[in-house]
DNA sequence: CCCTCACTTTGATACCCATCATTGCCACCT
DNA sequence: AGGTGGCAATGATGGGTATCAAAGTGAGGG
């Protein structure tokens, strides 16, 4: 949305037609422009947490940021991968309670962040931005549901098969147009998967004893996507 | 929302305060009120099916309705449990696609039909009723995630304890305080809880043997909510 | 009244998957 | 080089659950 100089233009964000804030007035947008402040994180830090008050929104300008949960045993699960463009934290701002989930980076990003006050009070003058929120929540809300349908119904190997192409969906792939464009570790995609670590490993070397995708490293390559959602038994 | 005759007001419905349309401004929840129309809908009776185009909103004025999936199995999938006051069909309206599921009435029950165009054009002048209605969809996303990480990291028994006790807090107990005030199949409880039916019952016969719960027919009394929190294992 | 049908219950079985444990791999550091 | 720590991979095992099958229960209807 912004770039990471803090007096630099929202209009300039490379991804800034992707965003929400976008779709705000052009007066609006400007008040969030002069008022937001942009940060950078580093991999592996932390952009809010669970339990904490929000104080505003962020908005990803670069890089990806995970929101994970943490469950009653401790385990992470993962609930939503961010790329520029998207905000995180609106979830607990809006509800006026506290996060429940954390943002953690995935590589190193810059992040804006737009303070509470002045977003809600935009928010209940701009229509356009407040109905586009909606849409964004409702949409949020039908993936929730999916998901829940598919951990309630479908096994561990469907289920890591749909979480590659998620993957995909959301990061891309690299230039070569198969590796994913993001590094996870192998406990990540299993939080993401909703399973043990030792069964995404397992699985994972099956997929690839099937052909259906190749490992090196941290480095995930899908070889045949058609076979993968064959195997994700996707009915939509 | 609006008791079952159509001319009458939305501002003696039984359950009004509870209601979303109550935060609307006066002329806009009258403007409502001349345009909704109410219908009553038998158990079992289908107020609209996934996969439909939606053409408003509903307001339960009363009964109960169920909200499911359908698998890609076939096997159903509750994701929500409406009472009255509650609006449901919101989520297909604002991300402008077909509804992702169905709801069923668990009761006889009555509902109000808000059409589309008009709900619409109210939330974009209703500061009020849109923060309202953003405050809605980022709790039921809140709780959405929640269930996502119980059903990931959480054994079926505690799943099952925390249904119960989620059924209480939705539709209440009866008169003698315990017994909860709602009829619903094994079958509908096990897609409530994410397992098998046959899952489902074994553990409410354990329940009952360990003095939990009381079990007559689909009557279920809650005889010990503080243990079957414990059962649970509930963090927070 | 008994029949029927749907739902519930119980039992037996198999298997998916989590867990524990071990080994291997690689990067990093001293 | 060798040590160290984190992560990945593989194996062994047990338990939680789904599935299949069959019997029991209850309500409604002819």
Redesign the pocket.
Known sequence: MCTPYHNASCANCQDRFGSILFKAEKCNLEEIESAKVCTTYKKGQIVFQEGAYPFGIYCVNSGKIKLSHCGDDGREQIVRLAKPGDIIGYKALLSAERYTASAIALDDSSVCFIPKDLFMSILQKDASLSLEMMRILASELRKAELKITHLAQK???ERLAETLLFIKETYGVEQDGSTLNVRL???EIANLVG?????A??L??EFKKDGLIE?QG?KIRLLNPEELTRTANLQD
């Open positions: 096994p561990v190997r570790s192998r406990e399973t043990a670590t030792e069964s490993i397992r994972l070397s490992l941290k």
